[in-house]
């Protein structure tokens, strides 16, 4: 059954419309490229636990290539039962959807039987594909599933998409936020002039993907012309592979950003802050070679944390760059105070468990 936002959970819907820290949800594996279900759930529950609103399931950091090996369905059916078996608090579940429209429906209506909120639309496999024949395949697909829109950067496989685009996407019923990731301030306005131009800004919430500037993104407000007049929006969330690890710390800087821009009183110190995640940023996702071992590096983290047993990507090409293990080495050394690790050494049994 299809299922529209004004169906959801009121809580649910209110989560979602308001802003969360939503991690990209990481694929455990063993030394063999099998999933390892244990760490997977042990993952979810920790990310429930560190305070996140919600899981994003079956998205770049989870592997695209989940699809190719059967793994889609049983990896959204586990964050699916592990979070309603972790917590009663409402949650905001969010699968990732992709390939050309047949497939991004039935990926869709899958999600939906599995309980998920809202999906997650990443348009990598139209690349060659014309603006009208984009528009048609999310409409298509917000017939299933509250959509999320997804502006992938185009270094990892996604495509340069205009303002013009995004306002077109925004009209779309269903749409209900937007996940803004190109890793560019030109193409971030780009969304945030669309959705104005849509007249969309009180239905379609802004959450940040750009990881090299999460925390000026939270607190920064956009303000745009339309019909002569400014418009203001902010980003009210975040959906992030880099708040796949030290997501306790995470969900700290998420509250600071947020009471620091809900009272219009941004200190020098928070600005500061986004210099310092940027630089983790940097080591996390492997700027230095073009973000070859963006999942690798989370991996790493969780590795060293003792949450993940290795760095196994399902495609054997994909792993740490060469100095990138160092890169991490001079984060700690650097800014060991944004990680999580007593959090998780006090946690990690139980998650195991």
């Not at 697909?141 to 502006?151: D, K, S, T």
């Not at 980003?235 to 620091?260: K, M, N, Q, Y």
């Not at 003792?306 to 090409?317: A, I, Q, S």
Request: proline residues 4%.
């Amino acid at each position: 059954m299809a299922l529209h936002h004004t169906r959801l959970d009121p809580a649910v819907l209110a989560l979602l419309r308001e802003g969360t820290v939503i991690p990209a949800h990481p694929l455990a594996l063993d030394a063999n490229r099998r999933l390892d279900e244990r760490r997977q759930r042990a993952l979810s529950r920790y990310y429930l636990d560190a305070g996140a609103g919600g899981l994003a399931v079956g998205v770049h950091t989870t592997q695209f290539a989940i699809r190719d090996c059967g793994l889609y369905e049983p990896v959204l059916r586990i964050a699916a039962e592990t979070a309603r078996a972790w917590t009663d608090r409402p949650l905001a579940m969010v699968a990732g959807l992709c390939g050309r429209t047949e497939q991004a429906v039935r990926e869709a209506q899958l999600a939906v039987s599995l309980g998920y909120h809202a999906g997650l639309l990443s348009l990598a496999a139209l690349a060659d594909a014309g603006e009208d024949e984009l528009i048609e395949h999310c409409t298509a697909v917000a017939r299933e599933i509250p959509l999320v829109g997804f502006y992938l950067q185009p270094a990892v496989g996604g495509r340069v998409l205009d303002a013009r685009f995004w306002a077109r996407f925004a009209a779309i019923d269903n749409v209900i936020a937007i996940k803004v990731a190109p890793f560019h301030r030109y193409r971030t306005l780009d969304v945030v002039r669309g959705v104005v131009e849509a007249g969309a800004e009180d239905k379609v919430t802004l959450y940040t993907g750009n990881d090299d500037h999460i925390v000026l993104d939270l607190v920064t407000p956009f303000t745009v012309m339309r019909e002569g007049r400014p418009v203001t929006v902010r980003f009210r969330g975040g959906l992030l592979g880099h708040w796949s690890v030290w997501t306790r710390s995470a969900v700290e800087i998420f509250r600071r950003c947020r009471e620091a821009a809900d009272r219009d009183a941004v200190p020098a110190e928070l600005l500061a802050l986004d210099s310092r995640v940027t630089d983790c940023n940097s080591a996390f996702f492997d700027v230095a070679h073009d973000f070859h071992g963006c999942i690798a590096g989370c991996h790493e983290v969780l590795r060293r944390q003792g949450l993940l047993e290795g760095v196994w990507c399902l495609d054997p090409d994909e792993g740490l760059s060469p100095g990138q293990a160092d890169a991490i080495d001079r984060i700690y050394r650097d800014h060991g105070d944004l990680a999580d690790d007593g959090f998780v050494a006090a946690n990690r049994e139980r998650w195991l468990a």
